[in-house]
């Protein structure tokens, strides 16, 4: 059983800045592509980033593209996403999630076999 806790959500600034954490326990996921993904109020749960398992392939929403920044410690069993430049469009829970598939990262929700509980970040404008 993989169980992922994420951490680093709060309150920013638009134009502000936030690192999410997601760390994982019962599993070395080493091996295995992550994601992270938001949810807003209202809205169905939508792809923000992956990364492959070694941290050499990451693909980005366009929304996202040049802003936000995933990677990966692998010895810490741990996955980031930097947040930069943040709007208030960004406000959302945030989730990460563990595809234990072997294979590329997905942008698809239903590749991901284990999520987390979600950590909550708001914008202000």
């Known amino acids: 059983q993989v169980q992922l806790v994420e951490s680093g959500g709060g309150l920013v600034q638009a134009g502000g800045s936030l690192r999410l954490s997601c760390a994982a326990s019962g599993h070395t996921l080493s091996s295995y592509a992550m994601g992270w993904f938001r949810q807003a109020p209202g809205k169905e749960r939508e792809f923000v980033a992956a990364v492959s398992w070694s941290g050499g392939t990451t693909y980005y929403a366009d929304s996202v593209k040049g802003r936000f920044t995933i990677s990966r410690d692998n010895a810490k069993n741990t996955v980031y996403l930097q947040l930069s430049s943040l709007m208030p469009e960004d406000t959302a829970a945030y989730y990460c999630?563990?595809?234990?598939?072997?294979?590329?990262?997905?942008?698809?929700?239903?590749?991901?076999?284990?999520w987390g509980q979600g950590t909550q970040v708001t914008v202000s404008s």
């Open positions: 999630a563990a595809d234990l598939q072997l294979g590329r990262p997905s942008r698809v929700i239903a590749s991901y076999d284990y």
